[in-house]
């Protein structure tokens, strides 16, 4: 899911350590969650691509790429974990263990008709636009890079009649419950900015959230994961009975919440 650098930012996968079976799982719903929606904005990709995949995590995205471009194409997956990705056995899809940040670009080959990534750079705080340099420097002329990340300061309550409103929002902060962890809340939003700055062209941005109910795939998905990224940004007590809070309405029925805002980004190299 995420490709922080070794050097400067927590491997999100070290948070599975012990932990396999609740993280598959967490994935699992991730998939769910995310995939349908990134394959339809990803509808674009040609037979014959040749396709690169940051931070690519399990690999569902990757397969479906090389589905895509058939047996004349070719996808590249890479994370600096690919634990996961290695299990693959795709005849058109490379694994690669790299750092978009830190490893040269020239071990990834040729360069690429599409690179994307999808809550990647979320993680970066302070090097995104790095991260976005380098990804369009993969590029062949005329190539496409492509994003999706997200605004996660809108994932909260919409009843302020609900019982458990009042306290959820006392402990979210309108989403300022992401900065003393080194987040971003707004990121997502900026992506445009950022592509222009890296000298793509023919920008478009797309931004999409739903209203969903707690015990839903996505507040299920979301409890474990506001779990490990509280206990990466050094969680104390107080911190986690904030968490507790947080989680104990995610789990319940009755509970509705806006999810976060993902906003998808593509644009082009020049020619």
Known sequence: MAEPTSS?????????????????????????????????????????????????????????????????????????????????DVPNLEVIQHSILDDPLDLLGEPFDLVCSRLMLFHLKGVQEQAIRRMAESLRPGGWLFDEDCDWGTAAPVDPAHPRYHDYQRVWQDGDWWTPRGYDK?????????????????????????????????????????????????????????????????????????????HACWGRRAP
């Open 8 to 88: 400067q930012h927590p491997d999100y996968r070290l948070a599975a350590a012990g932990r396999e079976s609740a993280e598959d799982e967490r994935l699992d719903l991730l998939e769910q969650i995310y995939d349908p929606s990134s394959r339809r904005r990803r509808s674009f990709v040609q037979p014959g691509w040749r396709c690169l995949e940051v931070g690519a995590g399990r690999g569902s995205m990757a397969v479906w790429l090389a589905e895509q471009v058939g047996p004349t194409g070719q996808v590249v997956a890479t994370d600096i974990d690919t634990r996961y990705l290695t299990r693959l």
């Open 186 to 262: 707004v990121f997502g939003q900026k992506l445009p900015v950022l592509f222009e700055r890296c000298g793509l062209q023919e920008l478009r941005n797309e931004a999409s959230t739903e209203v969903v109910r707690g015990g839903s795939p996505w507040a299920r998905w979301w409890i474990p994961t506001l779990e490990v990224i509280n206990e990466l940004g050094g969680a104390d007590e107080a911190s986690r009975r904030e968490v507790e809070v947080m989680t104990a309405a995610l789990a319940d029925p009755t509970f509705w919440l806006q999810r976060e805002v993902v």
